[in-house]
């Protein structure tokens, strides 16, 4: 079967045209969650502020941290701009370049029929597919993965000096984007021994330019090795590896099974799965391999085979009871868990699937007995099979992209584990969009309220789920996490949080569902809020916070026994970054009993504008033995790690400490709040 130049760059640019399709329509129909928010964050600061990480996000394996290289990447498309969609668009075309890529390595090394088959394998498979659609580390790493191969034949099976100089390089940025992918290394040894063999009067300058790559590669990871030896030393890092048992072979082989055989057991709907895909990989790894071990023109199916089935076969090793002693000794941890993520090394798989039905490229060679098996070209390439194959391929290519056409990502938005029942991006950034609008309109700002804490490694508060979506600092937009006070703007604001928001309930109660997911409410300006229980003299602080008194979340409650009872401190800040950031209020009586005490924190740096008004909710939980007649006292100050702030500009006794309930019922209330006492 022969193919003209210009049929293959037809043929070609439609998959590179349907791949684009898959990976492109619907962009916003995932959630915006987990790790692509802290890969946002990081990437969008870096591209902006020059906030630079030698530190990617943290690992799911103890306190492991990934390289940033991934972050250096993501911050190309934040860069153009903030919409999250721009960066998926990024990860999709990344991974159309590995399809490009296993198309020229397919044509080169395989064939050009086979360079088509496998680009068309690996652009509909659906777990591809799904895994070049978001934000995420290991969604970078394929066309690396596959210029670690092209590099190697380049170099080790063709006598390229740039090859060999660049797949070590290759490698290392293949694992930066997950450490999983460390373990192809024997792909390189396997080229080495392969140019060793069969080039022997050119053995110095392979080492030499092998010994150059290793440099290179080293200097790439050169900012990953000083965040990790800046963070803590390596043996500390391996002791806090938790204790979690690899895979079992079992598992390993179901996962091969399910990602060879077109389907993905961790989606929502049901992927169909072909299992005659799977089978014939394994028949034509056997025919491969065999070629491979003893033909010299084997060599690149024999490295695509490997690409392919090494890190499983590490992982099932690590399975067994010998070698999971050994790493235990090793790592002095009680075991090591590895997260490898098949999909990175599909197009491995596709070239193996493709190679045994396209053919390979066979070198001429002696006659013998074999010559039959080792010049054998493939199902195409076989005259009683072509027909049958042709029909084979449609039928599989036909129920795949069927498959494709009837999934919804926004029927049950992903994944069944990780984000059944959440709002796509498309309703984070409609809901956002609408409340920005709605401030714009009323001249005011965008406060998100959001459930969840920070994380430690993002630069921008309260961004770990949807709320990421502000990402900038130069938005008119905040972000305040639970127990943080909330900003009181002059001209109010408008509240956005998740639908079933009920933290805050004083400001948040009378709020409106927008797109399903989402609520929003109007925050009154500044001077609406007044405290009932004012204080004689507002207090200053020394690190530029003054409180102005307290309010009653039900007016004119009193603290109860056993029961909680809201209020809040109504407090303005009048520097840019005051030094202290946390207050402590205690529920006292004469005697400096305690009967309840809270502690929130102020508000974070970048929430700070001078002389703005912050209403700060104090969740009380009333001790049991509080009193039911007698003073009771609210005592409050401002402290962080070095100690506690002083009180400025008063002489006044005490001026931190406000009397809220009398020696005894009073005769009589005024309706300006003045009580009569006996």
């Given at each position: 079967?022969?193919?003209?130049?210009?049929?293959?760059?037809?043929?070609?640019t439609?998959?590179?045209?349907l791949?684009?399709?898959?990976?492109?329509?619907?962009?916003?129909?995932d959630p915006?969650?987990?790790?692509?928010?802290?890969?946002?964050?990081?990437?969008?600061?870096?591209?902006?502020?020059?906030?630079?990480?030698?530190?990617?996000?943290?690992?799911s394996?103890?306190?492991?941290?990934?390289?940033?290289?991934t972050?250096?990447l993501?911050?190309?498309?934040?860069?153009?701009?903030?919409?999250?969609?721009?960066?998926r668009m990024?990860?999709?075309?990344?991974?159309?370049?590995?399809?490009?890529?296993?198309?020229?390595?397919?044509?080169?090394?395989?064939?050009?029929?086979?360079?088509?088959?496998?680009?068309?394998?690996?652009?509909?498979?659906?777990?591809?597919?799904?895994?070049?659609?978001?934000?995420?580390?290991?969604?970078?790493?394929?066309p690396?993965?596959?210029?670690?191969?092209?590099?190697?034949?380049?170099?080790f099976?063709?006598?390229?000096?740039?090859?060999?100089?660049?797949?070590?390089?290759m490698?290392?940025?293949?694992?930066?984007?997950?450490?999983?992918l460390?373990?192809l290394?024997p792909?390189?040894?396997?080229?080495?021994?392969?140019?060793w063999?069969?080039?022997?009067?050119?053995?110095?300058?392979?080492?030499?330019?092998?010994?150059?790559?290793?440099?290179?590669?080293l200097?790439?990871?050169?900012p990953?090795i000083i965040?990790?030896?800046?963070?803590?030393?390596?043996l500390?890092?391996?002791?806090?590896?938790?204790?979690?048992?690899?895979?079992?072979?079992?598992e390993v082989?179901?996962?091969?099974?399910?990602?060879?055989?077109?389907?993905?057991?961790t989606f929502?709907q049901?992927?169909?799965?072909?299992?005659a895909?799977?089978?014939?990989?394994i028949?034509?790894?056997?025919?491969?391999?065999?070629?491979?071990l003893?033909?010299?023109?084997?060599?690149?199916?024999?490295?695509?085979v490997?690409?392919?089935?090494?890190?499983?076969?590490?992982?099932?090793?690590?399975?067994?009871?010998?070698?999971k002693?050994?790493?235990?000794?090793?790592?002095?941890?009680?075991?090591?868990?590895?997260?490898?993520?098949?999909w990175?090394?599909?197009?491995?798989?596709?070239?193996?699937?493709?190679?045994?039905i396209?053919?390979?490229?066979?070198?001429?060679?002696?006659?013998?007995?074999?010559?039959?098996?080792?010049?054998?070209?493939?199902?195409?390439?076989?005259k009683?099979?072509?027909?049958?194959?042709?029909?084979?391929?449609?039928?599989a290519t036909?129920?795949l992209?069927?498959?494709?056409?009837?999934?919804d990502?926004r029927?049950d938005?992903?994944?069944?584990?990780?984000?059944?029942?959440?709002?796509?991006?498309?309703?984070?950034?409609?809901?956002?969009?609408?409340?920005?609008?709605?401030?714009?309109?009323?001249?005011?700002?965008?406060i998100?309220?959001a459930?969840?804490?920070?994380?430690?490694?993002?630069?921008?508060?309260?961004?770990?789920?949807?709320?990421?979506?502000?990402?900038?600092?130069?938005?008119?937009?905040?972000?305040?996490?639970?127990?943080?006070?909330?900003?009181?703007?002059t001209?109010?604001?408008?509240?956005?949080?998740?639908?079933?928001?009920?933290?805050?309930?004083?400001?948040?109660?009378?709020?409106?569902?927008?797109?399903t997911?989402?609520?929003?409410?109007h925050?009154p300006?500044?001077?609406?809020?007044?405290?009932?229980?004012?204080l004689?003299?507002?207090?200053?602080?020394?690190?530029?916070?003054?409180?102005?008194?307290?309010?009653?979340?039900?007016?004119?409650?009193?603290p109860?026994?056993g029961?909680?009872?809201?209020?809040h401190m109504?407090?303005?800040t009048?520097?840019?970054?005051?030094?202290?950031?946390k207050?402590?209020?205690q529920?006292?009586?004469?005697?400096?009993?305690k009967?309840?005490?809270?502690?929130?924190p102020g508000?974070?740096?970048?929430?700070?504008?001078?002389?703005?008004?912050?209403?700060?909710?104090?969740?009380?939980?009333?001790?049991?033995?509080?009193p039911?007649?007698?003073?009771?006292y609210?005592?409050?100050s401002?402290?962080?790690?070095?100690?506690?702030?002083?009180?400025i500009?008063?002489?006044?006794?005490?001026?931190?400490?406000?009397?809220?309930?009398?020696?005894?019922?009073?005769?009589?209330?005024?309706?300006?709040?003045?009580?009569?006492?006996?």
């Amino acid at each position: 079967m022969v193919i003209t130049r210009n049929k293959l760059i037809l043929i070609g640019t439609a998959i590179l045209l349907l791949a684009s399709w898959l990976r492109l329509n619907d962009i916003g129909a995932d959630p915006f969650m987990a790790d692509q928010e802290r890969i946002s964050v990081l990437a969008s600061n870096f591209a902006r502020d020059g906030d630079w990480q030698i530190l990617g996000t943290r690992m799911s394996v103890g306190s492991l941290k990934h390289s940033p290289l991934t972050i250096y990447l993501y911050a190309l498309p934040y860069s153009l701009d903030d919409n999250p969609r721009i960066a998926r668009m990024f990860t999709a075309v990344v991974n159309l370049v590995a399809i490009a890529l296993v198309q020229l390595i397919g044509r080169r090394y395989f064939g050009p029929i086979t360079g088509l088959l496998a680009a068309l394998f690996l652009a509909i498979n659906p777990m591809t597919v799904h895994h070049s659609r978001f934000i995420w580390n290991p969604n970078l790493a394929p066309p690396f993965v596959m210029l670690f191969l092209l590099t190697i034949l380049q170099g080790f099976y063709r006598g390229k000096t740039s090859g060999r100089l660049a797949h070590l390089p290759m490698l290392s940025l293949a694992g930066q984007c997950h450490p999983t992918l460390f373990l192809l290394a024997p792909m390189a040894f396997i080229g080495w021994l392969h140019a060793w063999r069969h080039s022997q009067s050119n053995r110095r300058h392979i080492v030499i330019q092998i010994l150059l790559s290793g440099l290179i590669s080293l200097v790439l990871m050169w900012p990953w090795i000083i965040g990790l030896y800046r963070h803590v030393s390596t043996l500390e890092y391996l002791r806090q590896i938790p204790h979690r048992d690899a895979p079992g072979w079992q598992e390993v082989i179901h996962m091969i099974h399910s990602a060879l055989s077109g389907s993905f057991d961790t989606f929502a709907q049901d992927v169909p799965s072909i299992p005659a895909l799977s089978i014939l990989t394994i028949v034509a790894t056997l025919w491969l391999t065999t070629r491979g071990l003893v033909r010299k023109d084997g060599l690149p199916g024999l490295l695509a085979v490997t690409g392919f089935f090494l890190v499983p076969i590490v992982v099932i090793a690590l399975s067994t009871p010998l070698i999971k002693t050994i790493t235990e000794t090793l790592f002095f941890a009680k075991g090591v868990e590895l997260n490898w993520c098949i999909w990175m090394t599909m197009g491995n798989a596709s070239l193996i699937q493709a190679a045994f039905i396209g053919g390979v490229l066979v070198r001429e060679s002696k006659k013998s007995r074999l010559s039959w098996f080792w010049n054998w070209r493939g199902l195409l390439h076989t005259k009683l099979l072509v027909t049958p194959t042709i029909l084979a391929l449609l039928g599989a290519t036909a129920i795949l992209m069927r498959a494709h056409l009837q999934y919804d990502y926004r029927a049950d938005t992903g994944l069944k584990s990780l984000y059944s029942g959440q709002n796509t991006l498309d309703d984070s950034a409609d809901a956002l969009s609408y409340a920005k609008q709605i401030a714009t309109t009323n001249n005011q700002e965008v406060i998100i309220l959001a459930s969840n804490p920070p994380l430690q490694t993002l630069q921008c508060v309260g961004c770990r789920h949807w709320e990421a979506l502000m990402l900038t600092k130069s938005n008119n937009i905040r972000v305040v996490w639970d127990g943080y006070g909330v900003p009181l703007p002059t001209n109010g604001a408008t509240l956005l949080a998740p639908f079933n928001y009920n933290v805050r309930p004083f400001l948040f109660s009378n709020n409106e569902t927008i797109f399903t997911w989402f609520a929003i409410a109007h925050l009154p300006s500044s001077d609406q809020f007044r405290p009932d229980l004012p204080l004689a003299h507002p207090v200053q602080f020394a690190n530029g916070a003054t409180v102005l008194g307290f309010l009653r979340e039900v007016p004119n409650s009193m603290p109860s026994p056993g029961r909680p009872w809201t209020i809040h401190m109504l407090w303005r800040t009048d520097m840019p970054n005051p030094s202290q950031n946390k207050f402590s209020v205690q529920l006292i009586d004469s005697d400096g009993m305690k009967y309840g005490q809270v502690d929130p924190p102020g508000t974070t740096d970048d929430q700070r504008h001078p002389g703005e008004h912050i209403l700060s909710q104090l969740d009380f939980q009333i001790s049991q033995d509080v009193p039911h007649s007698g003073p009771l006292y609210l005592r409050f100050s401002m402290y962080n790690e070095a100690g506690q702030s002083e009180i400025i500009g008063t002489t006044t006794t005490n001026p931190n400490l406000l009397q809220f309930r009398r020696t005894a019922i009073p005769l009589a209330s005024m309706p300006n709040n003045l009580d009569l006492d006996s």
